[in-house]
């Protein structure tokens, strides 16, 4: 076991875990935050995914040892209030069915705006092609990120 200061959500959190433990246990079961889902174990599905400084990670093959002093959003900490913009266009466009990926589909878009604030078709298919959603609503949530891509 080892000691971690983690910068998560603007806060520091300390936690005592095996270094090797992913980022998505030491959230969910160390640090209370369920938001961030077990989806697939294997970075393949992206129900996981968080912001390591801003760009998009699979938090379950993300050894905490490895965090070091970057700073973690998850999508508790993207806005405390649930008002981000591209939370507010996920209403919008009725893209969750299930609901299970949507946190980790929110996270990836959120990540390839801040990159491409007017992202083609193209750009978006490319960089949530890492995001599965059982449910299948692409088309929604294609049309929600272009809703709030910058012309």
């Not at 603007?10 to 980022?23: F, I, R």
């Not at 209370?32 to 390591?52: D, Q, R, S």
């Not at 008002?83 to 990836?108: F, K, N, T």
Request: glycine share 8%.
């Amino acid at each position: 076991m080892a000691k971690y200061t983690l910068k998560i959500n603007g806060k520091n959190q300390t936690v005592d875990v095996d270094p090797a433990t992913p980022m998505l246990w030491v959230l969910r079961e160390h640090l209370n935050l369920p938001g961030t889902k077990y989806g697939c174990g294997v970075a393949a599905c992206g129900a996981c995914t968080i912001h390591v400084d801003g760009n998009a990670v699979r938090s379950c093959q993300l050894p905490v040892s490895s965090v070091k002093k970057q700073a973690i959003t998850t999508i508790e900490g993207l806005s405390p209030t649930g008002d981000h913009p591209v939370q507010r266009a996920w209403l919008e466009h009725d893209v969750a069915q299930c609901g299970y990926c949507q946190a980790g589909q929110i996270m990836s878009a959120v990540a390839l705006l801040k990159n491409n604030p007017n992202p083609s078709e193209e750009d978006i298919n490319g960089f949530m092609s890492g995001n599965i959603c059982r449910c299948g609503t692409y088309t929604r949530i294609k049309a929600a990120i272009k809703s709030v891509a910058k012309p």
